[in-house]
């Protein structure tokens, strides 16, 4: 099993910057991609940003120049920088963690971004 803990969510006004942190543990070994998702209120679940062990990189258009994901493989954690930060970027910051088969088999407890207008 893969667990994974998620740091780093606060309030920023509209401008400012967070950076989450993921960090994984168990069997690291079955992980092939980790990715952040986000969940507003009322809204569904998104992706944001995905990292690949390959190191191929996808973002949601809605945060594209603003939002980097990496990672550190000694850590075993995963990163995403958010800058330029808008108020609909409020929601719950979920990492996972993904096999080879694009199989999700972790989340995150979750960590609250709050953006103020």
């Known amino acids: 099993q893969v667990q994974l803990v998620e740091s780093g969510g606060g309030l920023v006004q509209a401008g400012g910057s967070l950076r989450l942190s993921c960090a994984a543990s168990g069997s690291i070994r079955t992980i092939n991609a980790m990715g952040w998702f986000r969940q507003a209120p009322g809204k569904q679940r998104e992706l944001v940003a995905i990292i690949t062990n390959g190191g191929r990189i996808n973002y949601a258009d809605s945060v594209k120049g603003r939002f980097t994901i990496s990672r550190d493989n000694a850590k075993n954690t995963v990163y995403l920088q958010m800058n330029s930060l808008k108020p609909e970027d409020t929601a719950v910051y979920y990492c996972?963690?993904?096999?080879?088969?694009?199989?999700?088999?972790?989340w995150g407890q979750g960590t609250q971004v709050t953006v103020s207008s």
């Open positions: 996972n963690a993904n096999n080879i088969y694009a199989e999700v088999i972790s």
